[in-house]
């Protein structure tokens, strides 16, 4: 038997003894919420029924804590939990005559809310309410939709866990199936959970403790009959082999760009690439075409990955990837036409989530790179349901006009109207290098805040490693990647491009940031610190703007890349000529390749800083010395003569080029290419002219 099958109970009487109940009930969610093979993020529902003192009686009533819309068990805190009172919740029951008012129903939840508890109840809250017991679970657990996915799901159901489990067929979660539920429950004393066809699990206990263990041991029961009755090899057997690693790689890096940039016109999109052993054992089997169509059984699986995936072949080309992503679209439409009803919101963006590539492994697309991590995910649970559901019945996937009737649910649009307005940069990708500096680490920050996925690039292991993990704690890890690069080494640009497109999916800012600085009269510049400051800023720029333009070419969607040049490539000062002609050699460079770009739409900008010293690795050092020692002042000084030497009488700080970073980076600035912009608080001689 596999090792990973059977789940440990994590239970710690000395954690859980001090935890009053609504504690408890948080303590057990966290536990349940810790392990994808019990149920996904954001998947799944705890609750338990609370005696509390009323806040507007001083009477102790029974109140319902339940988790809230939106949340994840593994993750949430107290405020996920919704409360409502117990007594209400009857009440509305006593109204309830017909399926046309479920909708009614759970508009009036908000009439039984607990102590005006902000967090809003889910469609589920009605599953819990009615279950005469204390505590509660809800579940997504693979080993048990395997058996709610197979077409003898009432007879698997009964002969894995006889009477002790019940089952209810398909029905969208409401309060009609609450009701049906609990009756069950009262009906049959014994009875400690039931399978919902096409679903997941409900057990149930008189503790959190109790009714934890109990969640684990029906997920395990339904995990070890399942291991030995499946039937072998899984999904009938390899059909082709899966290319090795390294090739695997290359081939979801070529592809990546490709489908992005055909799926993103209307909304920008990042992606997640893998190639887990489950996921490589259904793509390269021969039941692959046979059941991928069918698409997922669970409803929480099918809304994070759409009706059914794309099949793409691993060596598909640009005509051939047009062919398949418009058939899909076709495929949409005339499933929201043959589904929808007269009141259905308008059609949804028809790409397809999930991509399975043949010798490959999987990619998936969405608005963000969390959310495309966690479709593929789901997807990979959706492939155990398959796996256990096809070996030892058949299959079958969520009918098509109840999945419809899900993901237009008028509920589920009215929550998707009040989500926030998308951030201008959101899946989007950005490669900086410099990254682990000043400037980099503000331009960063700068386009995070906006939504922006972003790869920092930086010589510097230790510096990079300390700003990349303060981003990844303040933005989600799954914003923020760093690459240890040399900007001067190509096989090092070449590997770093490419890991920021197989992180991401693609790449539509580049900030080329990386520096050094030098100082010397002309003939006391030796040949090294020429080629060095050369090789940095010249060839460095070069390096990285040619990789990150071959990407957004293959892309098709534009792009933006932003030079971080100087006031002196504009303005020679003296003591400085290899600096100041690299810096020349960056500005026109991006109008040669503003050239080259703009007819598919990438834009090449600089902005020219002066005397950012604030957070400048260039600045420590032999350079604020000469520049001290050239001006006759004290190295303290500096900031302050660089102040008064402007126009504006202002110094000049890391945020304030990160906002010309932006700026540029932005569609603010979409009718913008070949032009630089000086952030300097004034300077006469590097006016534009």
Known sequence: MSQNILLSSLWDDAVAAPLDEPGKLLYRSNLLGSDLRITNFGGGNTSAKVTSRDPLTGADVQVLWVKGSGGDIGSMKLDGFSTLYMDK????????????????????????????????????TW????????????????????????????????????????????????????????????????????????????TWGDTAKACYEQTLRIINNAAVWLEANVKRPAFDGEKIAPLAPDARGNAARRLMPLIRGRISSAEMKAGHFTD???????????????????????????????????????????????????????????????????????????????????????????????????SAEFYVNAINVMRGASGVSTYQGLDEQEAFNIEYWLLEEAKLQRMPKPKSMQGRVAFITGGAGGIGSASAERLLREGCNVVLADIDQSALDEVTAGFAKRYGRDMVRGVVMDVTQEAQVVAAIEGAVAEFGGLDVVVNNAGITSAAAVEDTTLAMWNRTMDILSTGYFLVGREGYRVMKAQGIGG?????????????????????????AEIHLARCMALEG????IRVNVVNPDAVLRGSKIWK??????????????????????RKRSLLQRSVFPEDIAEGVYFFASDL?????GNFL??????????TR
């Open 89 to 124: 919740l009857f009440q509305l029951r006593g109204q309830y005559k017909s399926l046309d008012q479920e909708d009614a129903m759970v508009e009036a939840l908000g009439h039984c809310i607990f102590n005006l508890n902000p967090r809003p109840p889910s469609i589920d």
């Open 127 to 202: 599953l819990h309410g009615f279950v005469p017991a204390t505590h509660v679970d809800h579940v997504h657990s693979d080993a048990v939709i395997a058996i709610a996915a197979a077409a003898d799901q009432v007879a698997l159901t009964a002969q894995i866990f006889g009477d002790e489990i019940g089952y209810l067929p398909w029905q969208r979660p409401g309060i009609d199936l609450g009701i049906k539920l609990g009756a069950m429950a009262e009906a049959n004393p014994k009875m400690i959970g039931l399978v919902l066809g096409s679903h997941g699990l409900f």
């Open 276 to 374: 887990a052993p489950e996921v490589l054992e259904f793509v390269n089997s021969h039941a692959l075409e046979r059941l991928a169509p069918l698409g997922t059984s669970c409803p929480d699986h099918f809304l994070r990955t759409k009706i059914k995936p794309l099949i793409v072949p691993a060596d598909a080309d640009a005509a051939t990837l047009d062919a398949l992503i418009a058939g899909y679209r076709a495929d949409y439409a005339a499933y929201y036409e043959r589904c929808k009803h007269p009141n259905s919101p308008a059609m949804r963006d028809p790409n397809a989530v999930i991509y399975l590539i043949p010798g490959v492994g999987m990619v998936s697309f969405a608005k963000d790179k969390a959310t495309a991590r966690i």
């Open 560 to 584: 933006s890349m932003v030079f971080i040049a100087s006031k002196n490539g504009v303005a020679a000062s003296p003591g400085a000529s290899a600096y100041c002609t690299a810096k020349a």
């Open 598 to 601: 703009a007819p598919m739409g």
């Open 621 to 642: 050092g032999e350079w604020s010395q000469q520049r001290a020692a050239s001006n006759k002042i004290a190295v303290d000084e500096l900031e302050e003569h660089y």
């Open 669 to 673: 600035s979409n009718k913008s290419t």
């Open 678 to 687: 000086n952030v300097d608080a004034g300077n006469a001689v590097s006016f």
